[in-house]
C-alpha cells in the first residue's frame, strides 16, 4: 500500500522552540507540498517542492522553511514556534502532474503553548 | 487571486436520498478539477477528477463540470450515514502540479 508518513501524529511545543516535521513517501513522488489547515480556512500551502533541492513558496511561507535533501523525505521546520502556528500540518506528495491526484499523510497536530 | 467557492455548510441530507454539493472557481482557463472527501481527524483522499464538460459516473458518486458557468459538482445518490463528511473542491492552479482548495462542504447524512 502506497503512503506518505509523517512521523508524529501529536506535537506539543514551547513558543521559541524550533520544530521539525518529517514527511516520508514510498511512491517515488516528485512533486511534495506542505499545507496547514484551519477550521474555515481550508488548506493552504506552505510551500512545495518539485524536485530534490527544489523548493517554492506557497500562499503563507512566513514564519516556516523547508528541506529536501532526497527525493522521498520533505521536511517543514518553524524556526521559532508561536501559537499562531497552532494547527494542522498535512503532508501530500503527487506524480509530475496533479491530474492523479495528491496523496496526504495523516496528518500532525501542532500545538503551540 | 484564483480562488475556488464552497458552501461551508452543514449540509443535512436524509439517508438514502441525493446529496448535492457544488463548487465555483474564478479562473476561466481551468482545466482539471476535483473531489477530495476527508472524514473528521483524517486527511483528503481523492474520490472524483473531472476534465471536460458534462458529467463523469463514479458508482454512487457523479462530478459534474460546466465551464461556461464555472462551477463543477459532486452528487452523491443513495446517500449513507459512512458519506458523512467533509467534501473538498479543487481546481488546478497555473502550474500543473498545483491545486486551488476551496474551504469545503461538511455533509452529514441523517439515519
Known amino acids: 500500500d502506497v503512503k506518505v508518513t509523517q512521523s508524529s501524529r501529536y506535537l506539543v511545543k514551547r513558543t521559541g522552540e524550533k520544530v521539525f516535521l518529517e514527511c516520508v513517501q514510498d511512491m517515488d513522488h516528485e512533486n511534495m507540498f506542505w499545507y496547514r489547515q484551519d477550521p474555515g480556512l481550508g488548506l493552504r500551502l506552505i510551500y512545495f517542492?518539485?524536485?530534490?533541492?527544489?523548493?517554492e513558496k506557497g500562499d503563507i511561507p512566513e514564519g516556516y522553511s523547508v528541506s529536501r535533501e532526497k527525493k522521498e523525505r520533505f521536511s517543514l521546520i518553524l524556526e521559532s514556534a508561536s501559537t499562531n502556528q497552532t494547527s494542522m500540518y498535512l503532508c501530500a506528495s503527487s506524480l509530475p502532474a496533479v491530474w492523479y491526484g495528491y496523496t496526504f499523510g495523516s496528518g500532525t497536530r501542532l500545538t503551540v503553548v | 487571486q484564483k480562488e475556488v467557492e464552497q458552501n461551508s455548510g452543514p449540509l443535512s441530507v436524509p439517508e438514502g436520498a441525493i446529496a448535492s454539493l457544488n463548487c465555483t472557481y474564478s479562473d476561466r482557463v481551468s482545466q482539471s478539477f476535483f473531489w477530495y472527501r476527508q472524514y473528521s481527524g483524517k486527511s483528503p483522499e481523492l474520490i472524483m477528477s473531472?476534465?471536460s464538460n458534462g458529467d463523469k459516473e463514479d458508482g454512487r458518486f457523479t462530478a459534474q463540470l460546466n465551464k461556461a458557468s464555472q462551477y463543477v459538482s459532486l452528487l452523491i445518490r443513495d446517500s449513507q450515514p459512512s458519506d458523512s463528511a467533509t467534501y473538498l473542491c479543487a481546481v488546478m492552479g497555473d502550474s500543473n502540479y498545483q491545486l486551488i482548495w476551496g474551504a469545503g462542504t461538511k455533509l452529514i447524512i441523517k439515519p
Open positions: 473531472i476534465y
Open positions: 517542492s518539485y524536485d530534490v533541492k527544489m523548493k
